[in-house]
């Protein structure tokens, strides 16, 4: 639990940190835009991170609530997830939380041997990551379907509401490719 | 385990940290989910265009003609001493920067090409090394110096950094809001545009809409009859929902007015239910004031995807709509809700296919209004004309019939910016429903966001890069669903209606999304209507249940 009273003693300048290092996951012009950038619709995407890290990081200090979880990072991911990142460049801001940490809490951690407890804190990390993970297909599996469905749901919908296309009759036998046996 | 990789080696194989190179050193790739389809050769053969192949802009080879270098630079010459525009939006930008983080598609992506001075840069620095005396003379103490003074060769690398970033802006203009000197950054899109297609350069989504509006009329290439077939289904529907049979005109010589919209209005979702409500509108307006508005399946389409082509494409298009004008003998026009048609038809309609000298200047027959603004083109924009109707009180509302929608409005880029519609449909819009919110004011009106997919940009394939220029814009919209309960996203741009269902189910999928007339039509009382108990899209109205079905 000291380790756990060190991280909320130094929230302020840990989520600083980490934000820091999330946004410099983007090209330089772009991170100093969306560390600058106060305003939350001109900036959505610094916004949402900054947001999102100082949630995220209050529940690892507590129970990690598997929904309240989910309901914090998603925005991120959801961001992350269709920009030009590929998958591990776009949940590796996750694990920039450790280095957060570590450069903030290293003369304590050596000197009170705090490093049980930070192995246990950065397991959560990892947990947090594999959510991510989940979070980050689950995105992308939407995308997909976005891209098979788009046209059926609009046009091919209007035309069928207006009998202008007709379906296969389900009693009718399907087509199947000759199999030679 | 000694075959294990160490940790760092591994590691730096998924490097986060980006390069911090500059632009001009940042090497183009072109990335799936972001660059759309390249045209058919078919789509180029139908309009005459040059250079029709097969290609596509994974491969190293674009199969570009031999002398493309040469074909550029011409065209660019000559398009400097056409477009004065252009001419000093080349010369004058001093790279201050307000324009950079205004560009939906910079904040969505997050790519520093996507500001919208890099965006122009890509074709400045080209300006610089080929036409100008500077960059001629600083070009003699090698590459550095030149680059020094952001000039740079036109090279195959160059060409392909133009096609991506070109076809990642939807021209809306919302830059040229912030910009000191007025640059409009998507007539550069559009010059740029126009010399790649001089070598065959151009995505399906484009070129397809542009092959079949020409040959058929309308953007998906449906025909006469199955334009009138949905037409006809309509008629149904609002039978179903209202117990009204409306009977729309088709090429009614003689009538008073010409009725133009995009095709997507006809055919596709949620854009249908806004074609209703039109249907809707007309028949109520004969009714009560005899006044005849005709559909033309041969102006079957107010989109205009030539402007994001070429001028000249642009113009092609454009003229059947005063053909068709001029054929039936209408006073005037009367356009629908559609985005980048009111551009074409505000700024460059006349110049292109004007002077319209054979229609009357638009007055409203009820109401005696004179639509001044449009005495030039003679098209008056609906928001416009129903805006006047319901000043004078001309239209039968029960606004309660949108109480269970919590509405906003999406100011459509097109009309907002390029036109100036602003207050119309707002007005409108708080007529004919209770429950209107806002959007932060950063976002609307004249800084409205894009809804990402403008400009041709409406295509599957490319569906990360929509959904990074949709995220502005449904940011703001989330912040009024979580603060107003807002469930219903209105605009007046087809494209809209086509790109924000798709963007709103990633983003924000319990908002829907509809036009400004499928509202105007739930609440319009038709004369000798039977007791509605169900919306335009059949779902039940809250309170209004039919008793007798129960």
Known sequence: MRLNNLLAQRKTAIIKNWFTLAVETYPPDTASFLKKQKDPFANPVGRTISRGLEALYNELLKEMDHDSIISFLDPIIRIRAIQNFSPAQAISFIFLLKKAIRENIKKEALEEQLFNELLLFESKIDQLAMIAFNLYMECKEKIYDLKANEMRNTTYKAFKRAGLVREMPVDEPDIKPNVNT | ?550
């Not at chain 2, 001629?136 to 003074?149: A, D, N, P, Q, R």
């Not at chain 2, 048609?341 to 296919?353: E, F, G, I, P, S």
């Not at chain 2, 669903?481 to 990633?506: Q, W």
């Open chain 2, 1 to 550: 385990m000694s075959e294990l990789p160490n940790p760092d080696e591994f590691l730096a194989k998924i490097e986060h940290k980006p390069s911090p190179r500059g632009w001009m050193d940042t090497p183009v790739e072109i990335r799936k989910g972001i660059a759309c389809h390249a045209a058919k050769p078919e789509r180029l053969e139908t309009v005459g265009f040059p250079n029709p192949r097969d290609w596509s802009c994974y491969d190293e080879d674009w199969k570009l003609p031999e002398n493309w270098q040469e074909i550029l630079h011409k065209g660019f010459k000559e398009r400097l001493d056409r477009f004065r525009s252009i001419k000093v939006f080349m010369d004058i930008c001093v790279r201050c920067g307000a324009c950079a983080d205004k560009c939906h598609f910079f904040i969505g992506s997050g790519d520093p090409k996507n500001m919208p001075v890099v965006r122009a840069e890509l074709l400045r620095s080209i300006y610089r090394n080929d036409f100008t005396t500077a960059g001629k003379i600083l070009g003699l103490f090698g590459k550095k110096v030149k680059k020094s003074y952001g000039a740079r060769e036109m090279t195959l690398e160059v060409l392909k950094e133009w096609w991506y970033y070109l076809f990642q802006c939807t021209e809306c203009r919302r830059c040229s809001v912030f910009c000191p000197y007025g640059i409009d950054t998507a007539e550069i899109t559009i010059f740029g545009r126009e010399l790649l297609n001089l070598i065959g350069l151009n995505i399906d989504w484009v070129a397809a809409p542009v092959a079949f509006c020409y040959r058929t009329g309308n953007h998906l290439g449906i025909q006469p009859h199955a334009y009138k077939d949905m037409i006809d289904f309509f008629t149904d529907e609002i039978e179903d929902v209202a117990g009204i049979r409306v009977e729309p005109h088709f090429m009614k010589e003689k009538a008073d007015i010409l009725f133009i919209t995009p095709s997507g209005d006809v055919f596709a979702d949620p854009g249908t239910f806004t074609c209703m409500g039109y249907m809707m509108l007309f028949h109520f307006l004969q009714e009560k004031y005899g006044l005849e508005i005709t559909w033309s399946t041969y102006a079957s389409e107010g989109g205009n995807f030539g402007f994001f082509t070429s001028h000249e494409m642009m113009k092609r298009l454009n003229a059947k709509m005063y053909a068709e004008a001029k054929r039936l003998g209408v006073k005037w026009i009367l356009g629908g809700e559609c985005g980048h048609m009111w551009r074409v038809v505000h700024q460059y309609m006349d110049t292109m296919n004007g002077p319209a000298d054979f229609l009357e200047e638009p007055v409203s027959p009820i109401t005696g209004t004179k639509f001044e603004n449009a005495r030039s083109t003679k098209m008056v924009h609906i928001t416009e004309f129903v805006a006047d109707l319901i000043k004078h009180g001309k239209l039968d509302l029960d606004p309660s019939r949108n109480d269970h929608l919590k509405v906003t409005y999406h100011d459509s880029c097109n009309p907002a910016r390029g036109m100036g519609l602003l207050e119309e449909p707002r007005y409108v819009i708080k007529n004919v429903c209770n429950h209107f919110y806002e959007m932060p004011a950063n976002t609307i009106r004249e800084q409205t966001f894009c809804c990402g997919s403008g400009a041709g940009l409406n295509a599957g394939e490319n569906m990360e890069l929509r959904m990074q220029g949709a995220l502005p814009r449904l940011n703001a919209v989330k912040y009024v669903h979580e603060k107003h309960g807002v469930n219903m996203l209105s605009c007046i741009c087809a494209i809209d209606r086509a790109a924000f269902p798709t963007a709103l189910e990633y983003w924000l999928p319990e908002v829907d999304n509809c036009g400004v007339h499928e509202l105007v039509a739930n609440a319009l009382i038709l004369p000798g209507e039977k007791k509605r108990t169900v919306d335009l899209r059949n779902e039940p109205l809250p309170g209004m249940e039919d008793e007798d079905a129960e």
